[in-house]
């Protein structure tokens, strides 16, 4: 059980993820109802321990509180709005589709689910291995950081807010090896600029990221744009 | 003349005590119903942000923040994922998390602190206990747990910090910090459904 995402419910009742991971987390908690379970069962206790530190409240607080009240609109019944399932994007061969092709594009997109779904398991697999490290990759204008596991033989992009590289071109992935750099794998955000890309090799040093031709190189042909090294 | 006549009181449509009771009827949009809410929830949630931001000022502005969220959301709670003071427990603590976290070189001063002073239980702040029997039998159910269990919750629950920088501060695995945590808490669930 050393890639069990089910770890990550502990930290993730008392708040004690970092964003990326606690977002991950949510995603196998939409598909996983086990761990919804036991991940509700925690959160009572876990408020136990807030109630626990229960205080006499300064009695300023309640009028304060009574008069915000009584200024603020409620929000509408429901769910709340939460982060968007992953989009999947419509294969463009549906628009100028017939009938029989609609049923053939449908079924590309349930694969393309399907591979979501699996793609997301391998990322929450190495970020929840009990042996999982963290790696800062920083350079001017790019910061990731990217999470790597021995025992799952992986590791994970994870980026916010990172350009989008030119047409036609793609961010590339190093690992140093001795004096070389090997090709670990390439990556590109997605339209809000976040990467969640995992590349089963793991880095032993150095990490570099430089932006290649889309089709991948075997050694760098630009400058590293961000780097990092293992500790 | 007899005694002075004082304002009829209409009869309350909730039990005062019912927590559940009174967010159905806040989510309707009830503000008395709110007020008896408030008399019931405002302990924890003052609590729970004095314990985890610790500047007592700090702390209440993070309450009054929560506690306007909880009218502002008491729409959308759902029962079926949980009881309504575990609801508002969860975005007490979530808040106040989210306060101490927000600053980088805060959250750096603070791992650093607790490693030097070797912070592994983060003290309850001053302010009069509101609960002495839930303190009781949280502290009796804590005691099921093994050191290393019970350190890594009051660290993540109590101090506000990531597993990561619990594992910084006990100078331990990531990985044992977080199945510790996860053991921990699945013991503290048992021990507290056996206590009450």
């Known amino acids: 059980m050393t890639n069990d995402p089910h770890t990550l419910v502990g930290p993730y009742v008392l708040h004690a993820l970092p964003p990326d991971e606690r977002d991950l987390f949510q995603e196998h908690l939409d598909r996983c109802s086990d761990c919804r379970t036991e991940a509700a069962e925690l959160m009572a206790a876990a408020a136990h321990l807030g109630q626990a530190a229960a205080v006499v409240p300064p009695a300023a607080l309640r009028d ?11 929000v509408a019944p429901g769910p709340p709005v939460r982060r968007a399932a992953p989009r999947l994007s419509w294969p463009t061969t549906l628009a100028a589709a017939a009938a029989i092709s609609v049923v053939v594009a449908l079924g590309a997109l349930l694969v393309q689910a399907d591979h979501r779904a699996d793609r997301a398991q391998d990322i929450t697999a190495v970020v929840a291995a009990p042996d999982a490290r963290s790696v800062t990759v920083r350079g001017e204008g790019a910061t990731m950081r990217l999470v790597l596991s021995e025992e799952e033989a992986g590791a994970v992009v994870i980026a916010e807010d990172l350009a989008a590289p030119p047409p036609g071109k793609t961010y590339a992935l190093w690992f140093g090896e001795g004096s070389r750099m090997v090709p670990a794998g390439l990556f590109s955000p997605d339209s809000d600029g976040s990467v969640r890309t995992r590349v089963d090799a793991v880095p032993a040093g150095t990490v570099g990221v ?16 961000a780097s990092g090294t293992v500790q | 003349m007899g005694r002075p006549r004082r304002h009829l009181q209409p009869v309350p449509a909730h039990p005062p005590g019912d ?20 008399d019931l929830i405002s302990p924890t949630v003052v609590g729970i942000a004095r314990r985890v931001v610790r500047d007592p000022d700090q702390a209440d502005e993070v309450a009054q923040e929560v506690l306007l969220e909880v009218w502002r959301l008491a729409p959308t709670y ?10 508002i427990s969860t975005i007490a603590h979530r808040r106040s998390v989210d306060r101490v976290r927000s600053e980088q070189a805060e959250r750096n001063r603070r791992v650093r602190d607790a490693e030097r002073t070797g912070a592994a239980d983060p003290d309850p702040v001053a302010g009069s206990v509101a609960d002495d029997d839930e303190r009781r039998q949280v502290a009796a159910a804590l005691d099921h747990l093994t050191d290393l269990q019970r350190q890594t919750i009051k660290l993540a629950y109590y101090g506000g910090y990531t597993y990561a920088q619990v594992a910084e501060i006990l100078d331990l695995p990531l990985g044992t910090v977080k199945t510790r945590i996860r053991d921990g808490m699945i013991r503290l669930r048992d021990a507290l459904e056996v206590a009450s």
Do not use: H, N
């Open chain 1, 64 to 74: 304060v509180v009574m008069a915000d009240v009584a200024r603020t609109r409620q």
């Open chain 1, 210 to 225: 430089t932006v290649e031709d889309a089709g991948g190189v075997d050694q760098p042909t630009s400058p590293v744009i």
């Open chain 2, 19 to 38: 927590a559940d009771a009174l967010l159905r009827a806040v989510a309707q949009g009830d503000s008395d119903a709110f007020a008896g809410l408030y």
């Open chain 2, 78 to 87: 759902d029962p079926a994922k949980g009881s309504c003071r575990t609801w």
